[in-house]
Each structure stands twice: as structure tokens, then as C-alpha cells.
């Protein structure tokens, strides 16, 4: 059966069609947020097959395929390529109304042309297809993210590491331009002692200077932030649970670090204490190299303790948290700005019932000195679709301004994701569509098509002013 992904796939009236298509459809893409490997684009890599560059690392498929009742030897287990394929292929129809079925089949038309339902009956014809195309250098890496026209795209990278991969990037003067993230989590992960312990032997090599006090840590910090700058990057990037901040004036940060250094643990109130004047100094950090900080909340990770200690981390068992966010980010936020401190920041929600508390804390700091200067993320994983990208942009034009958004990302470790860049595109313009169709907005289009682009596109290159390539 032919698929569904038709050219007015989610555009449900001629305006809204009218602003996908001449305004959205053609825009490059600004990847400002991903888990793509570098080294893969620095060596151009070539994928063997279509699982591989699919299922590898897919926790979103894993975790349909074993709802679905498929053995694990089939998702990250030691079955073929061939087999992982067959399986995936034959769980797809089941998929029906999860994201999963849309990108599923927007991904197999937009990279491999294939414009049928994938199902276990043409499973064989479709990997082969795939596989074929794989081999050739329109499907290497490089090549995948030309098919989509991305024109810019900021991987997350440990402060530890090198950037020997970016750099050779920009050495072969390879497009797309792929920039850093600097991702510190691990520099303030103190919950396990030894283990924060054997990445300060880590930060102190990427610096070439022993950490015994916190300042050493601080000038550590600063000289990976310094480093990481003068390789174009422009944003920092966190996955906390909660955003850490405590007023208590019962702790000594310095005292702290020589309790951790020592292979000691803090409690969970010095933790928190230490993990919050930490992330202010960092800010502050940012705030002097003109960068943008990200702050992704409300994730509770590795639920299932006995599959994680035969999996790991990072393979499909997190979840939405209930936490209660709004006074601490109001504090942290706070304390930033009344020194003059705060940098550009996003922040993304994982629990929908944050949409309006994140969308109204935000404005308490957008102070006229630079356009959407704090935003609301777009929708962040659980909520990357279809009903969670409407609900997120309904409650940004609600209590906020849809008009200065910077738009979508992947957030994604498959060099086939890009799609989702028009998946979001589709979703916006039908929802303006409607507004004007329904006489909420007048019908010119023109000026509603300057906003669609401006969200899709041009808010990004202006708000986070990359490095040129």
C-alpha cells in the first residue's frame, strides 16, 4: 500500500499549504540541539545498512519493539542486522498514532524514496532498496544531511574533549558547518564519588594543571569554555532533573570539593548546594562569551535498574518526572540577573503540565536588551510530537511571543532525523492556517509567511550568532 506522507501531508487548507510551500518548505535547517557523532561527519562515514544507521541508538524504536512483545535480542541484542530490520519492519503497523509511524515513513520517503507503508511483507524489498542507496556516496553522512539542507548543526560535547573531530571538519572545509555544545553534566555529577573522581583526572588532562581546590576547578572550567569558544562553539547545554539552586548559608563550596576530591559523598542538600553554585559560576561563564544556555528538565533516567545493569545507560528506559521547578529556576535565573549576568537561555520542559509555568517564568527576564533573549524550548522528547509541538506552540502564543521562537531541533543521535525539521514546519503552518480560516488571523500572507520563516530559519542565525565557517 502507498504511504500516506502525500505533499499536503498535515496541511489542512489552501493557506496553510500556501505557507509550507512558500515560505517554510525550502528554508535550510539550524540544528542547534543534536547527539550526532562527529567523528561519523569528519570521516564521512558510509552506513553497511539501513539498520544501522536507523535502530543503532534508537531508544524511541526500542522501546515500541518491546511493548510490542519482541525479544531484546532483536533490538540490541546479538540478532543480525537483517533480523533487527525484519523485526522493526513487522512492529511498524502497530505503531499507528505514535510519532513513530509518522517519521517512520516521512524518513523512508525523504532518503530512500520509498513511498509505501513499511510492513513485515515488504520488509526484504525495502532493506535491500535502502541498503543499495547506503552504499553510495549520496547516503554517506555528509551526503544525508545535504539531502535536507542543513546548513548548520551543534553536536553536545563533553568539556573533556578534544574537538579533534571539529576540527578536522572545518580543516576539509566540509559543509554542513558543525559546531560544539559543551555539555559539563559530568563536571558537577557528584552523586558517585569515584566515579566524579575519575573525571576530574580526565578534565585535569584536557587542561594540563592539577584540581585541588575548587578554584582549580573554576579555572579548569574556564579554560575548557575558552577552548571550546575558539572552536565556534555558541551554546552550553544541561539534562537535569531539576534546575539546582539553594540560598543556604550552611556550606562552604570549597570545603565541599575537598570532601568530593577526597572520594567522600555529599548528602543530597550539599549536593544540591555544591551542583547549584557550580552552574552559577558557569552561567556567568557564558554570559562573558556572548553564549546561549540551554536547560532541559524534568527527566527521570534509568528507571528499570535491572535492565540498565544489562543494557546501560541511554537505552529506553527514562520517563517524565513530576518535579516542582518554579521557585528554584526563579532563583537561579534571579540571582543572575541582578548582577547583569544572564545569558541568552532556553528552557525545555519534559512534563506538560510545565507548558505555562515555563512559558510565564521566561518573560519575568526578557529585559527589551535583546530579542527572546529567554525562551521556551521547543517540545523535548516525550513531547517531540505532533499533539506535544501543538500544545507547546499554542502556549508560547498564549503567554508569550510565538513571533521571536527560535524554532525546532532533532535532539537526535540518527543522521536520519532531519526530517522532523519538516515534520515541526508542517505542524506550524497548518496551525496558522487554521487561525486564518477560522478569521482569528487576517489572511495576509506575506507577513504571517515572514513569521513562518523567521521561526523556521531566521530567529536562529540571529539570536545564537554562530561562528562563521
Not at 518491546?66 to 522493526?88: H, M, P, Q, V
Not at 513511498?115 to 520488509?123: C, I
Not at 525495502?126 to 544531511?145: A, D, F, R
Request: hydrophobic residues 35%.
Amino acid at each position: 500500500m502507498n504511504s500516506f506522507i502525500t505533499e499536503d501531508f498535515l496541511l489542512q487548507n489552501d493557506f496553510a499549504k500556501r505557507l509550507y510551500n512558500n515560505y517554510a518548505k525550502n528554508l535550510p535547517i539550524i540544528d542547534y540541539h543534536n547527539h550526532l557523532s562527529p567523528e561519523d561527519i569528519a570521516t564521512n562515514r558510509k552506513f553497511e545498512n539501513i539498520s544501522q544507521v536507523w535502530l543503532s541508538g534508537d531508544h524511541y524504536k526500542w522501546r515500541a519493539m518491546r511493548a510490542l512483545g519482541i525479544n531484546e535480542k532483536y533490538i540490541t541484542g546479538n540478532a543480525s542486522d537483517r533480523e533487527k530490520f525484519s523485526k522493526w519492519a513487522a512492529a511498524v503497523p502497530y505503531t499507528l498514532r505514535n510519532p513513530l509511524y509518522h517519521w517512520t515513513h516521512l524518513e523512508l520517503e525523504r532518503y530512500f524514496n520509498i513511498n509505501q507503508l513499511l510492513t513485515a511483507d515488504n520488509a526484504t524489498a525495502v532493506y535491500e532498496k535502502s541498503n543499495e542507496l547506503l552504499s553510495q556516496q549520496s547516503h554517506s553522512t555528509v551526503g544525508l544531511l545535504h539531502q535536507q539542507n542543513v546548513e548548520l548543526l551543534c553536536t553536545t560535547d563533553d568539556p573533556v574533549d578534544n574537538l579533534e573531530h571539529h576540527a578536522s571538519i572545518k580543516k576539509q572545509g566540509l559543509s554542513p558547518q558543525v559546531l560544539p555544545t559543551f555539555r559539563p553534566d559530568k563536571a558537577f555529577g557528584v552523586q558517585d564519588a569515584v566515579t566524579y573522581k575519575a573525571y576530574i583526572t580526565d578534565l585535569e588532562i584536557a587542561v594540563s594543571f592539577d584540581i585541588h581546590t575548587y578554584d582549580d576547578l573554576l579555572q579548569a572550567l574556564q579554560n575548557r569554555v575558552d577552548y571550546f569558544n575558539n572552536h565556534g562553539c555558541r551554546l552550553a547545554d544541561y539534562g537535569l532533573e531539576q534546575l539546582y539552586y539553594s540560598n543556604s548559608n550552611d556550606y562552604a563550596v570549597d570545603a565541599l570539593f575537598s570532601k568530593i576530591r577526597s572520594g567522600k559523598s555529599l548528602d543530597a542538600e550539599q549536593t544540591r548546594y555544591f551542583t547549584g553554585k557550580l552552574m552559577l559560576e558557569l552561567s556567568k561563564m557564558y554570559h562573558k562569551k556572548g553564549w546561549t544556555q540551554q536547560f532541559h528538565l524534568g527527566a527521570i533516567r534509568n528507571n528499570n535498574k535491572r535492565l540498565l545493569s544489562q543494557l546501560g545507560p541511554d537505552t529506553g528506559f527514562d520517563s517524565i518526572g513530576d518535579f516542582s521547578h518554579a521557585k528554584s529556576i526563579s532563583s537561579y535565573l534571579n540571582e543572575l540577573d541582578s548582577t547583569d549576568q544572564l545569558a541568552k537561555t532556553i528552557i525545555y520542559n519534559l512534563n506538560p503540565a510545565d507548558n505555562e509555568m515555563i512559558a510565564t517564568m521566561v518573560g519575568n527576564f526578557n529585559d527589551g536588551t535583546i530579542r527572546g533573549k529567554v525562551q521556551y524550548g521547543a517540545a523535548w522528547w516525550f513531547l517531540d510530537q505532533k499533539d506535544g509541538m501543538e500544545k507547546q506552540l499554542n502556549t508560547l502564543s498564549n503567554l508569550g511571543m510565538l513571533s521571536t521562537f527560535v524554532g525546532m531541533l532533532t535532539d537526535s543521535r540518527s543522521f536520519l532525523s532531519f526530517p522532523r525539521h519538516e515534520y515541526f514546519r508542517r505542524i506550524l503552518c497548518n496551525l496558522i492556517g487554521k487561525d486564518v480560516e477560522n478569521g482569528e488571523l487576517p489572511a495576509d500572507e506575506k507577513w504571517l509567511g515572514k513569521i513562518v520563516s523567521d521561526i523556521c530559519y531566521h530567529n536562529a542565525i540571529d539570536y545564537f550568532a554562530f561562528a562563521k565557517a
